[in-house]
T-cell receptor, first 112, second 115 residues
Framework: GENVEQHPSTLSVQEGDSAVIKCTYS??????FPWYKQELGKGPQLIID?????GEKKDQRIAVTLNKTAKHFSLHITETQPEDSAVYFC???????????FGQGTRLTINP | KAGVTQTPRYLIKTRGQQVTLSCSPI?????VSWYQQTPGQGLQFLFE???????NKGNFPGRFSGRQFSNSRSEMNVSTLELGDSALYLC??????????????FGPGTRLTVT
């Protein structure tokens, strides 16, 4: 079955700097890769997703890149702000698998 | 549009008891999935319901079950509770079945503590 590895487990950056979180997946049939942000006491919030027919997707300060050959995808947050502090999860879904497999999460802390 | 709602938000139960958690999806969404979140295991898929039918089930014992009603609301039940069942239980709704890989939106979760 699908396995998703996420790194780093914790990340601390200065406000205004960029943050990058990386995930690798095992099943080459995976074709959908969402990213979620979870704040304390809340459920995960979908922030961006990418499908296997696209190499990069941007939404304001957030971007996701996908390398199908290497089976890895990354989340890039630019001009970080204190409200970006949260736990971020990547996930992968093999086509027809009918479920999402999540990475272990990255705790991102933005230092003012 | 209202988001996914889950009730109750917090629950404390004793070992051996059973518990029922409820989830109301976003209006118009027909797929409801359940996940268990723990510090050690992370987010793990429990099952998905679409149009009142269970579409897929994760690797959990039979003590974990669920159902979906005609209005798409879903309940999950855990019988004979064990200490290890203490977790945040999350519900996610989607317009289409998970097999279509459409966006899923999560609720705030129910924090279950088993003593």
């Amino acid at each position: 079955g699908e396995n998703v590895e996420q790194h780093p487990s914790t990340l601390s950056v200065q406000e205004g700097d960029s943050a990058v979180i990386k995930c690798t997946y095992s099943d080459s049939a995976s074709n959908y890769f969402p990213w979620y942000k979870q704040e304390l006491g809340k459920g995960p919030q979908l922030i961006i997703d990418i499908r296997s027919n696209v190499g990069e997707k941007k939404d304001q300060r957030i971007a996701v890149t996908l390398n199908k050959t290497a089976k890895h995808f990354s989340l890039h947050i630019t001009e970080t702000q204190p409200e970006d502090s949260a736990v971020y999860f990547c996930a992968a879904s093999p086509q027809g698998a009918q479920k999402l497999v999540f990475g272990q999460g990255t705790r991102l802390t933005i230092n003012p | 549009k209202a988001g996914v709602t889950q009730t109750p938000r917090y629950l404390i139960k004793t070992r051996g008891q059973q518990v029922t958690l409820s989830c109301s999806p976003i209006s118009g969404h027909r797929s409801v999935s359940w996940y268990q979140q723990t510090p050690g295991q992370g987010l793990q898929f429990l099952f998905e319901y679409f149009s009142e039918t269970q579409r897929n089930k994760g690797n959990f014992p039979g003590r974990f079950s669920g159902r979906q009603f005609s209005n798409s609301r879903s309940e999950m039940n855990v019988s004979t509770l064990e200490l290890g069942d203490s977790a945040l239980y999350l519900c996610a709704s989607s317009l289409y079945p998970l097999a279509v890989n459409y966006e899923q939106y999560f609720g705030p979760g129910t924090r279950l503590t088993v003593t």
